[in-house]
């Protein structure tokens, strides 16, 4: 049966079921953004180095297990791998609310849960992205990937918006019992998925899980537009992440808002993230899948600024505006190079991919909270916020450096025949230019 042209993916009744299960663990992933630090800093009065440390504990993951996870997730059906990793994050959140209630928890056992939380959350993410090609195909890409990131940027409204007032009524431990409900009703409703992937290889037929790593890891630094999508990515999440490490303690110290106010102007950053995913599909094509990927992040980013320039009363509109914007060229330059990726990579290195990518361009982002709580404690949360918006904006220069020594030849490393030559020639890539 044909798919509505209104509803396209969405009429594929798998997708919608992974449509919905992304946006309630997306719905409890917000949630948990804006409540695990302020568990910390509303309900244990950390300092703003104990702040940083946390953003670390929560994406060590991608250090400690990014390489392995995507070798160990090409073994696996992906499926499997995100209906577990869902209800284990679940039960892990609700440690902390149960420990609140009982007058046992401290900042050692909030440290323990973000870590546990984002080592799965690695292994999801890993998982969510291999599994996107194999359910909808790789010509249904950049369509998916919008559609999941509007649903994203939905939650990014919705989570704020629910954790800031639920924050004020029952405190911020109890709210993390919305997250892990969250997280819980997502992994349930993707075992409902009736598509079923194919019998991974037995460990016998399988080779050693270090030469998997490496040539996973081969796969991308060999590869142009891999590569520089990667390095990009790095120095975009370790600057992303001394910005946030030090906008919540912004907010509540500097503007004196408080829990509902928070979360009303992180709302506004998924106003801007919703702004992106409705108009990223329609950028790719009319600007080019590739240059969007570098435009978005100058266009954008410089305008973070405006939050470190902020005072009590109209200017912080400016600043939340600034943050909506950073949302939408994040999505935008998300979308585009997510569909780049995957259509460059072959099925049974999605995995690996992913994982290789997330390692290197994630890897900075634990070493990012700590300099950006430290930051914090030398310079203060407005010098830090100054100091990532500056990263950010130059977090461009690898794709953009790529991306102009790529025009006019195959820039992510394919060839075409040249004809009646036999040979090859340099052509531009289909794909790089943009073009369907």
């Given at each position: ?51 940083g440390l946390l ?99 939905v939650t990014g ?159 912080l509109y400016a ?118």
């Open positions: 049966m044909p798919r509505s042209p209104r509803l396209g993916l969405l009429d594929d009744p798998d997708f919608g079921r992974l449509f919905a299960a992304t946006a309630l663990g997306q719905l409890g992933d917000r949630i948990v953004f804006l409540t695990l630090p302020l568990v910390a800093i509303a309900t244990l009065h950390a300092d703003e180095f104990q702040v953003t670390a504990t929560t994406t060590a993951g991608s250090l400690l297990v990014g390489l392995p996870a995507g070798a160990w997730v090409d073994r696996m059906r992906k499926r499997s791998v995100l209906i577990g990793t869902d209800l284990l994050r679940a039960a892990a959140l609700l440690t902390i609310p149960l420990a609140w209630w009982a007058d046992l928890l401290g900042i050692r056992l909030l440290y323990a849960v973000a870590l546990l939380h984002g080592v799965l959350t690695v292994f999801f993410d890993v998982a969510h992205v291999s599994y996107l090609p194999q359910l909808v195909g790789r010509g249904n890409l950049v369509e998916g990937n919008a559609k999941l990131s509007a649903v994203r940027s409204i919705g989570g704020p918006a629910v954790a800031g007032p639920l924050v004020g009524l029952v405190g911020a431990p109890a709210t993390l019992l919305a997250g892990s409900a969250g997280m819980a009703l997502s992994g349930l409703l993707a075992a409902t998925i009736r598509r079923r992937e194919e019998q991974p290889k037995t460990m016998s037929e399988q080779p050693r899980l270090g030469t998997e790593i490496m040539e996973g890891l081969r796969f991308v630094l060999h590869r142009p537009a891999l590569r520089a999508i990667m390095f990009s990515d790095a120095l975009f999440n370790l600057s992303l992440v001394m910005y946030q490490t030090m906008l919540l303690v912004f907010l509540e110290r500097t503007m004196d808002l408080g829990p509902l106010g928070i979360g009303l102007v992180l709302s506004g950053m998924g106003c801007g993230a919703l702004l992106g995913a409705s108009t990223a599909t329609t950028l790719a094509r009319r600007v080019g899948q590739c240059p969007v990927i570098w435009l978005a992040t100058l266009v954008t980013c410089p305008l973070t600024v405006l939050m470190p320039l902020a005072r009590p009363g109209w200017t600043g939340a505006v600034g943050l909506a914007a950073l949302s939408l060229g994040g999505v935008v330059r998300v979308v585009a190079q997510s569909s780049l990726q995957q259509s460059l990579t072959p099925d049974r290195l999605l995995g690996r991919m992913a994982a290789t990518a997330r390692f290197v361009s994630s890897g900075g982002v634990p070493l990012g909270g700590l300099p950006g709580g430290a930051s914090g404690a030398a310079f203060g949360a407005t010098g830090t916020l100054w100091i990532g918006a500056s990263g950010m904006t130059l977090s461009a220069v690898p794709t953009l450096l790529w991306w102009r020594a790529a025009r006019g030849r195959p820039s992510c490393g394919c060839s075409r025949p040249s004809g009646s030559g036999g040979g090859t020639r340099s052509v531009s890539c289909p794909v790089c230019a943009g073009r369907p």
